[in-house]
């Protein structure tokens, strides 16, 4: 007895349609790179700029030194900043939740926030080639 087999779909049909279905799935598995940022986050340059003077205030403070001779300790330091950028502290770590959140973004921030400061390391040197920047 021979047993026939049947298909739905003769190999030369399927055949056409595999590489669309390899682009849809190629396409569907691409993530987003754009992330939308609601109005209360702040904005990418902010945070930027904000982490970059809470890590110098950090470095500061841990070698005893404070920008403000009123702020006797990291916290009274850390509210004078936020203060000079017109911030609260829920303002602030609602951001840093977000970009938490939000692992690439928060690493583009941060590679932002290491430039910064390596730029100011380099002019607190007196250097004038900055590291990762080639000078013509």
């Known amino acids: 007895m021979q047993v026939m087999v049947i298909t739905m779909f003769p190999k030369k049909r399927i055949a056409k349609f595999l590489p669309f279905v390899f682009i849809y799935f190629l396409l569907s598995c691409h993530s987003k790179s754009y992330v939308a940022i609601p109005a209360n986050i702040l904005p990418p340059d902010s945070m930027t700029t904000i982490l970059s003077e809470i890590h110098v205030l950090q470095a500061s403070v841990q070698q005893g030194y404070t920008p403000n001779p009123k702020d006797t300790n990291f916290d009274e330091a850390y509210q004078s ?3 000079k950028h017109h911030l609260t502290d829920s303002t602030y770590k609602q951001s840093m939740q977000f970009y938490c959140d939000h692992a690439r973004l928060l690493d583009s ?6 430039s910064n400061l390596n730029q100011q390391k380099a002019e607190l040197m007196g250097e004038k080639h900055i590291p990762g920047k080639q000078t013509k």
């Open 81 to 83: 900043l936020l203060q």
């Open 109 to 114: 921030v941060y590679e932002k926030v290491l």
